[in-house]
């Protein structure tokens, strides 16, 4: 789930960090997710709800409206990357009233950042991002709002994004789609 809300520097987004213990991404900053339950349900409903369930698990945020979030972007873990997901990115406006809060166990830290606010933390070694958060925030850095981001999503078609892996060992690289080298 990408968070949204409007700050003093522009569109910002709620990041969680994950516990370095954790086995996949431990110590990275990411948006708050998981994994679809049973109790869920099925398909883009089951989807949905997990978002929002993962949401307020993982940050303390309840989203009143699930049927108010948008798709955003669906990725596909390359064949070559040992732990594979399936996972889609929704948006949603964080409620006036949110105050994130970590769940101390899969989440040991919780900020708004804005997406170059992000990077730029990144790239100083204060945070730890990893490749599909990096290229959402880049993307979202377009935009100045949470109304304008929201504006585009909700015009546009949500297709795969498979990124691949390109070459072995040290100059190994991701690519995706329309990069050179994806084909």
Known sequence: MILLRDGDGGLEVLLAQRNPAARFMGGAWVFPGGAVSEGDGEGEHGLRAAAVRELDEEAGVLLPDPGEIVA??????????????DTWFFLACAPPDAEPRIDGSEMIDVRWFTPS?????????????????IKHLQQLDRFGSAAQLLDYARGRTVKPVQPRVVGTGETARIVLPGEPGYD
């Open 72 to 85: 955003f972007s669906h990725w596909i873990t390359p064949a070559a990357v040992r732990i594979r997901f």
């Open 117 to 133: 606010g992000a990077l730029a933390a990144a790239r100083r070694g204060e945070i730890l991002l990893v490749f599909p958060t």
